[in-house]
């Protein structure tokens, strides 16, 4: 069994930076693919970005290409999500998971997810 806990949201103003973090417990954390999903009210869960097991490979949605960054820390079990140049429509609950898949972004591909963390970037 695996459990993800993200922790790192809040409020910040436009413009402004915050950095995710999601621990995952259980064993083989540099197994999976790793994945950075958020949902907004009233809108479906989407894909933010992806890293492969070894954290050399990224994909990113084009909404937050060049403002985020993924990565990982295998020894720490720890992935990271980096966001530069917060927009007020960033805002969401954000949540990581994790896919036995190869850099899946379909939501339904990912097999546990954390509890979410809420980021709210005001104008």
């Known amino acids: 069994q695996v459990q993800l806990v993200e922790s790192g949201g809040g409020l910040v103003q436009a413009g402004g930076s915050l950095r995710l973090s999601c621990v995952a417990s259980g064993r083989n954390f540099s197994r999976y693919t790793m994945g950075w999903f958020r949902q907004a009210p009233g809108k479906e869960r989407e894909v933010v970005a992806v890293?492969?097991?070894?954290?050399?490979?990224?994909v990113f949605a084009d909404s937050v290409k060049g403002r985020f960054t993924i990565s990982r820390d295998n020894a720490k079990s720890t992935v990271y999500l980096q966001m530069n140049s917060l927009k007020p429509e960033d805002t969401a609950v954000y949540y990581c998971?994790?896919?036995?898949?190869?850099?899946?972004?379909?939501?339904?591909?990912?097999?546990?997810w954390g509890q979410g963390t809420q980021v709210t970037v005001s104008s």
């Open positions: 890293i492969n097991r070894g954290g050399s490979y990224t």
């Open positions: 998971a994790h896919s036995s898949r190869y850099m899946e972004v379909a939501a339904y591909q990912y097999e546990y």
